[in-house]
């Protein structure tokens, strides 16, 4: 299994009238913290791009459990569970400065040529990368 970890501030455009985060910006969450784990892997979504693999969402699940406000500071937690083939399933939480959950979900993603747009077998360099984590 991988699992990253992601900090960020809420900032005050991502609240809303009540004062809390708006609930679409935990999807702009989730993807920061599965752009972290990219990168800590080596393959930052810019290289990705220079193999022509693009990485969409094929499916989004989330639970919210608590709210946030600005200037809470959330740690967003990406696991990736069973080693990919088609697909990648990510398990994602957040929680806030106190260990307090905020939300959690499950983000699938696949892989496409981004000249065809394809659906694609799971990049042999993506699978070099993970696999150790996998033994």
Not at 55 to 60: D, F, G, N, Q, T
Not at 115 to 120: A, D, I, Q
């Given at each position: 299994m991988y699992v990253s970890e992601y900090k960020l501030d809420v900032r005050y455009y991502e609240t809303d009238t009540m004062g809390i985060v708006h609930h679409s910006n935990y999807v702009r969450?989730?993807?920061c913290g599965r752009n972290a784990m990219m990168k800590e892997l080596g393959m930052p979504i810019e290289y990705m791009e220079?193999?022509?693999i693009m990485?969409?969402?094929?499916?989004?699940d989330i639970h919210y459990k608590h709210p946030s406000?600005?200037?809470?500071?959330l740690t967003i937690i990406t696991a990736v569970e069973k080693m990919p083939q088609a697909k990648v399933t990510m398990n994602q939480k957040i929680v806030n400065q106190h260990g307090t959950l905020?939300?959690?979900g499950t983000v699938v993603v696949c892989f496409i040529d981004s000249?065809?747009?394809?659906?694609?077998r799971t990049p042999k360099f993506f699978?070099?990368?993970i696999a150790p984590y996998f033994l």
């Open positions: 969450f989730f993807e220079t193999q022509h990485l969409p969402v094929v499916s989004l406000k600005m200037g809470d500071t905020v939300c959690y000249e065809t747009r394809l659906p694609v699978q070099d990368k």
